[in-house]
T-cell receptor, first 115, second 116 residues
């Protein structure tokens, strides 16, 4: 079956702009989580959506937001980009809550560079 | 809250050497434990998992045993290959006794480089 698809793979944006990243989970999976990965901070949890509802949120400013659609596809948005937002953004899907002990399947990520 | 601590990297080994990457956790109850691997330019992939104390997860020659008494889940491989070069993440999740699900929690990752 098809894996988790993230688009675009690479993105270059200017400071102050906004960006939207997309994630299509594995068919039948209802949970989508987003992570930010940087060399200095490692993997940091952004938020999890389950059946269109935000179930959990990490410690990020309100500039980071997300949503999930009825087909389980998810988008995350970052407004007023800062240089420090440059990172690999990973999306993970699972059938049930990602903290419930089931396997999370990750996409290849979107590499965002803010200049 | 839950937390996962991994040994600091990077780790550099010669091919066919023995690998150990230490992982300890802090969590209430009985979490499920995982090792994920990230190859260059890729997302994370599940390597192995264990869901209860004394379980041994294994895959592709890698093994890890869930030790509740020492709250550890160390990753081992008897003979590493160049193709094992990657970043390895220890993680925990599971359902609390209250019935609610934990947040999936990752360690900081350990970079492994295997030289020919």
């Amino acid at each position: 079956k098809a894996g988790v698809t993230q688009t675009p793979r690479y993105l270059i944006k200017t400071r102050g702009q906004q960006v939207t990243l997309s994630c299509s989970p594995i068919s039948g999976h209802r949970s989508v989580s987003w992570y930010q990965q940087t060399p200095g901070q490692g993997l940091q949890f952004l938020f999890e959506y389950f059946s269109e509802t935000q179930r959990n949120k990490g410690n990020f400013p309100g500039r980071f937001s997300g949503r999930q659609f009825s087909n389980s596809r998810s988008e995350m948005n970052v407004s007023t980009l800062e240089l420090g937002d440059s990172a690999l953004y990973l999306c993970a899907s699972s059938f049930f809550y990602q903290g419930a002990g089931t396997e999370a399947f990750f996409g290849q990520g979107t590499r965002l560079t803010v200049v | 809250g839950d937390s996962v601590t991994q040994m600091e990297g990077p780790v550099t080994l010669s091919e066919e050497a023995f690998l150990t990457i230490n992982c300890t956790y802090t969590a209430t109850g009985y979490p499920s434990l995982f090792w994920y691997v990230q190859y260059p330019g890729e997302g994370l992939q599940l390597l192995l998992k264990a869901t209860k104390a004394d379980d041994k997860g294994s895959n592709k020659g890698f093994e890890a045993t869930y030790r509740k008494e020492t709250t550890s889940f160390h990753l081992e491989k008897g003979s590493v290959q160049v193709s094992d070069s990657a970043v390895y993440f220890c993680a925990l999740s599971g359902v609390l006794s209250s019935g609610s699900a934990r947040q999936l929690t990752f360690g900081s990752g350990t970079q492994l480089t295997v030289l020919p």
